[in-house]
């Protein structure tokens, strides 16, 4: 079921509501931040004590904070949300700047560190399996 749409629902959608991305993001078309990729992982900030208040954040905000309890990929995110990766940055970024959720790029291989072969032989194996 999509949030958004850029055409009329159907009959048998008539009852939803649709919104278009750019009344989510409040005309916003680009996010605050520079450095969100595909591959980003986002994962929601766990206060301890009481629980962060949801009040004033939009029904999307508080998918994201749902989805984010264990890391994921921005790319997961917005597929999960079924909004477009711009409308994602724009909203992830707005839970950064209220310190609900962090952002980090994917863990890499350490320098000097070759790829694991053994791994890496595993997925062909699987692969040619196919």
Not at 9 to 32: C, H, L, M, N
Not at 43 to 67: F, N, Y
Not at 85 to 99: Q, R
Request: proline share 8%.
């Amino acid at each position: 079921m999509s949030h958004w749409a850029d055409e009329a629902p159907d009959d048998e959608y008539a009852e939803q509501s649709f919104v278009r991305p750019y009344t989510i993001t409040q005309g916003r078309t680009t996010s605050a931040r520079d450095d969100l990729t595909l591959i980003t992982v986002i994962a929601t900030v766990v206060a301890p004590g009481e629980p962060p208040s949801d009040r004033g954040l939009q029904p999307e905000h508080r998918m994201i904070l749902r989805q984010c309890r264990a890391p994921v990929a921005l790319a997961e995110v917005a597929a999960g949300l079924n909004l477009p990766v711009a409308v994602t940055k724009i909203l992830v970024s707005d839970l950064i700047a209220l310190g609900r959720v962090t952002a980090r790029p994917p863990l890499v291989v350490a320098v000097g560190q070759g790829p694991d072969m053994t791994l890496l032989q595993a997925v062909k194996d699987g692969l040619l399996r196919l």
